[in-house]
Every structure is written in structure tokens, then in C-alpha cells.
């Protein structure tokens, strides 16, 4: 009589069991250096569970945080050899291959938003055949504008232009120029290095937008943050490799396409909510948030369109010529509202 109690109970409770669901049809490896906290990580799993949804379970994802998979300067060729599916790049740090990425985004001088940073990038990469060159083996999955950086420093304020010289900066590729011309000893690393970096005084400070105050953790390594305003572009920054994406199916292509906006979208949001986040955060963790006179930045904006067009030229060493690129981007921003002319025939999107 107790076993067939027993029995009863475990049919009762094998029935209450939701129905097993059905197995992804593709599972593909996500890789990023940030951890799932930080703010670009959190759009990226905010693009997963749509596109899981959006398959109606097809797709599932299995990500690899915090540079497990992936490294920062090498990105770009370690999804292209199929280390993960899916990741994210960064062409702005790449060491060879991306000549045209990495200048182009010092192109946008005056540009307004993270929304027009990348309809800019969006025309270019349609008009001229250098962007798809140079993502080849690549399906760009959506591009990343930024809040503008700003100067962050560990101990010496920054409240003029002078104050800039004799500093050690770390600072991406488009502003080494203007800084090194003001004084300061610019240097280019990966953003996941500069904490170590300020910690053990191998620089002085980093360009930086206000976000990374509280999302990469330096107020606890810098105390001083100007606000000298470096007009950023975007860049590809999420991609597939040409081999994970022949193992999809067309119609899961085409949501891949689909959904670049979605991506995109979500990283604004976050990034805008990180750099709110991060002056809050700044306020009640001792870091001195100082403004540039107007005069100063006046200067600084007109040194880094001047400096913009010598980078443009010097593509030329690598067969390049950056001058029509530069001179789009300027168009485009000039015009206000951010329209693309017909795409050249022929142009690898």
C-alpha cells in the first residue's frame, strides 16, 4: 500500500512538470573582455534575450565574459578564426588591418550625439569600399557611438589647456595628436589596462567619458575629471565571423540584420544611463568634476580638425586616401539632420 502511495505521488508530481522545451537549433559562444556588470555587457545580454525570443528559441547563446575568450587589441582576428561565434571588437585598438577604422572615427568634429555618431558611420561605411575591406570575414551585427570623453586624472587637475602638458594620457588613436601638440605624452592601450595603470602611476591620467568613473571603477585610482569636450565617432562593434554566420540559416540571417537597431539602441541606452551614473557616482566619491573656460575648448575643437585632416592625409602610407572620408563626415555633421546620399554600387556593406 506505501509503495503504491509512493508511486501515486511521483506520476502527480512528474505531471506538474512543465513540458521539457525543445533545444535551441543554434547555439552560438558570445566573447567580450567586459564583465556582464558593465554597461556595454548589459546591452549585449539585452540583444541576446531578443534575438532568443525573436527565433522563438532557435537561437540560444552562450556568453564568455570578462576576456576569457577574448582580448582587446586582437578581437577582430580571433572572431574572424572562429574563437567565439560572436563578439565584441574593437578596430580602434587593432594593430594592423584597420587603418581607415581606426582614423575615421577622429572625422566627426562637431558632432552632436551617440544616435548621429552612428547614422555618420553608417554612410560612410555605404559609400566608401575601404570599411568593408577592412572588415572582411566579418558581419558587422551593430555599431557603437560614445559619450565624449573628457580628461581624468589621478592627482593634477586639469582646469586649462596648459595644465595638459608634461602629463602621461592614455587616449584612443584620434586624439594622440592634439595632445601630444598641447604638450601631454599621449599613449594608446586598451581601456581594460588603464586601471592598473593609474594605480601603479605608469600615467597620470586617460580620455575617458564621465561613465567610466563609476563603471570601470577609476575614482578609485584618478580624482580630478574636465570636461574637454573630444568629438568621438563610432566604429563596428559587435560582429560574427563569416563561418558562424554560413552555419545560420537564412531566415536567421536575416534576423541577425534585422536586429542591428535593437543592439544599437540598447547600447545607447546604457551608455547614456553610465554617464549620468558615473557624475552622480562622482559627487560622493571625491572626484573634482572641473569645466574647461570656453576659450580653451574653442582652441581644442579647432586643434583637433586640424590635426583630423593631417591623419586623413597620412592614410596615404598605406594606400588610402582619407580626404573624401573626412570631408563626407564633416558634410554629413554640417547638415544637421544626418541624411546618406544612394549607396555606390558595388560598396561591401
Known sequence: MRKLIVLAAAALLASCKPAPQPAAEVILTYASPYP?????????SDWMRHVEQASGGRIAFKPYWSGALLSSDMSMVEIRHGLA???LITPIYARGGAHMLRAQSGFYGGVKSLQDQVAVYDCLAAQFPQFGKETEGLHVLAVQGGNFPGVLTRARPVRTLADLKGLRLRAQSDAIDV???????????????VYSALAKGVIDGVVAPADTIKSLHFAEVAKHFTALHFSRGAYPARA?????WRRLPPDLQALMQ?????WEEALARQILKAEADGVTYASGHGVEMLALPPADQQRFSALYNHFALRQAKALSAYGLDGVPVLTEAQRLIAGGEIRCPAPVSGVSK
Open 36 to 44: 556582464p556588470g558593465h554597461p556595454f555587457s548589459k546591452a549585449d
Open 85 to 87: 561565434d560572436i563578439g
Open 179 to 193: 595632445l601630444r601638440e598641447l604638450g601631454a605624452d599621449p599613449v594608446n592601450m586598451p581601456m581594460g589596462e
Open 240 to 244: 560574427m565571423s563569416d563561418a558562424a
Open 258 to 262: 534585422s536586429s542591428k537597431p535593437v
